[in-house]
């Protein structure tokens, strides 16, 4: 229920209006000052009072007005505190959140399209943990629009153009083997990548075979496009694996070379418009007026390059998906790159091009070091994280609940939740090390928490499984950890809209930790079986729709809550 409204329409004409007091609400530094706060030095200057004397006179207008209001008032400094009543709370936010059923359904579309890019893998290249953060960013990001009534369209912009393509064929050709390749899949082509930038030190013919390998492939020869399809093939299967355990999926796998045949439309677009410029024989969009280098479209030899595909791709979401947002969760490395492509689109006078974001994010590491070069082959797959993860978990769960029944399936799901937990608990922009010590800890911020947690609140309920939940006494619930819990239960549709609204998943998970604790401290206070009827009934209310926000937030982070753990 959305408490601010109730407090903006008691005092909206007091001093300023609904929406300017509905907008200024907020939650007070700490608990015992109040629920909600309206801090009032905005008006100050407008009314030439001090905020105190501003946040008192409002007081002394609800002191005089003898209507019922669900809430008390004080003033502390400038502000005005709002402390709700608290069997008010629990009467009208618990049922709210009973009535939804099991599942939080999406809600109504609202006829908005977000095209989302994310994880963009590359072909033949390993999909390796720096590509964690977009994946986890992105797949959350998907669920979180969707539980929103968007429309998404999840895009895999696959890295699959470029001269390397060439020199895969004739790595292939040269030293490789279909069985090898059949049950290794990436890691066979990177091993074969690798030797071929070793062997080609030695024998610069290699690097001119390749040349004609790809231009073969540009040229649309038949062996050479079939090589191409092979390697995009085993590629995606392998990564389509990692992707199921995450249970990620995409709408689209239309990757650069998707685009080959739009590339001279953007040109001749580019052309008209006037924007292009040759520079050392490369055609360019200058930007000295705008303080940034030059967005390079074509190169001396004509071959296209990376922004020019991505600004087909971009006119092409418009065309096909006509977005109101099109979204790119790439690394913050790509921040020019972006802001170039986003720039040239302005300058075609495409107005849309003030809705497409790029959603930035910071680099991942392992604790303990190990560089992400594909050349040296020196890198972390990040399916290997992630059964590294799940088989710390299983020794984690054979200690703790070694008669647990699926040990296995539990196991999965807190090793892959841990992970994600860990990508998708720190703002984006942040730099992670990543360590599975601090991802598997069972009381630190992290997955295994939130899902022991669910797995209580499940154990309580089966614990009073006759116990039906009606003829509800919620006064029972009047006590301030209670109402703690229940004034976080009301703010998960406000968390969530906020976690979209600035593309950030951190916000729910951080806000899924403040619950779970908050649940926890009730939890230790509070029995809940073996109670007076009315005080068991209340009391569990409480915990099954703690259990239920639990489960719905973190599937919005894609992982899963075992009811046993
Ligand atoms: N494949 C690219 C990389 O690994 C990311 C692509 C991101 N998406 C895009 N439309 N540029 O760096």
């Known amino acids: 229920m959305d408490l601010k409204k109730i407090i903006s329409e008691t005092i909206g004409g007091i001093t300023a209006s609904e929406s300017d007091i509905y907008a200024l609400i907020g939650v007070p530094a700490s608990p015992e000052m109040g629920d909600y706060c309206l801090p009032c030095f905005k008006f100050a200057k407008e009314l030439k009072k001090s905020p105190q004397a501003i946040a008192g006179e409002i007081k002394d207008v609800l002191d005089r007005r003898r209507d019922y209001r669900p809430f008390t008032v004080s003033v502390v400094g400038g502000y005005l505190n709002f402390r709700f009543d608290r069997t008010f709370i629990a009467s009208h936010v618990l049922p709210e959140i009973m009535s939804g059923g099991e599942t939080f359904a999406p809600k109504e579309s609202n006829g908005k399209t977000v095209c989302l890019d994310y994880s963009s893998i590359n072909i033949a290249k390993p999909f390796h943990i720096g590509h964690l953060l977009t994946t986890a960013i992105g797949g959350s990001l998907y669920r979180i629009y969707r539980r929103l009534g968007y429309n998404v369209v999840g895009i895999n912009h696959l890295g699959d153009w470029g001269t390397q393509f060439g020199k895969m064929i004739v790595a292939y050709l040269k030293w490789g083997d279909e069985k090898d390749v059949e049950s290794r899949g990436v890691h066979a082509l990177v091993e074969l990548y690798v030797r071929f930038h070793k062997e080609a030190e030695n024998d610069p013919k290699l690097d001119d075979e390749a040349r004609a390998w790809f231009k073969k492939i540009e040229d649309g020869n038949p062996e050479a496009l079939g090589l191409f399809e092979y390697f995009r093939s085993v590629t995606l299967k392998d990564v389509n694996k990692v992707y199921d355990r995450l249970g990620i999926k995409f ?315």
């Open 251 to 565: 709408d689209s796998y239309n990757g650069e070379s998707f685009y080959n045949d739009k590339l001279d439309g953007v040109v001749e677009l580019l052309n008209k418009k006037g924007l292009l410029k040759e520079s050392e024989g490369a055609q360019i969009v200058d930007f000295s007026d705008y303080g940034m280098p030059p967005c390079l479209i074509l190169r001396s030899d004509g071959a296209s390059l990376y922004a020019t595909r991505d600004l087909a791709a971009a006119i092409y979401r418009k065309d096909t998906y006509d977005f109101d947002k099109n979204l790119y969760v790439v690394a913050y490395q790509q921040n020019l790159h972006f802001k170039q492509v986003f720039k040239v689109l302005e300058l075609c006078g495409f107005d849309w091009a003030k809705d497409c974001v790029h959603v930035p994010f910071g680099m991942v590491s392992l604790e303990g070091g190990a560089s992400l070069s594909t050349r040296s082959g020196n890198v972390v797959y990040l399916s290997d994280v992630l059964e590294t993860a799940v088989q710390k978990a299983e020794k984690v769960i054979e200690e703790k609940n070694p008669s647990l029944e699926n040990k296995r399936v539990v196991a999965e799901q807190v090793g892959v939740g841990a992970v994600l937990f860990m990508a998708l608990s720190t703002s984006r922009i942040k730099d992670l090390v990543f360590s599975y010590d601090k991802a598997l800890s069972f009381d630190g911020e992290t997955a295994p928490y939130l899902q022991y947690t669910h797995a209580r609140c499940k154990s309580v309920r089966d614990k009073c499984a006759d116990v039906k939940l009606e003829g509800m006494d919620f006064s029972v619930l009047s006590d301030e950890a209670s109402a703690a819990v229940i004034l976080l239960l009301n703010r998960y549709e406000e968390v969530i809209k906020d976690a979209a609204e600035k593309y950030e998943p951190s916000i729910l998970s951080k806000y899924l930790i403040d619950l779970a604790q908050s649940y926890n401290a009730f939890y230790v206070g509070h029995r809940i079986s073996g109670e007076e009827e009315r005080v068991t009934k209340a009391r569990l209310s409480l915990s099954e729709c703690v259990r239920k926000v639990l489960k719905d937030g973190l599937n919005l982070l894609l992982i899963n809550a075992p009811d046993q753990m």
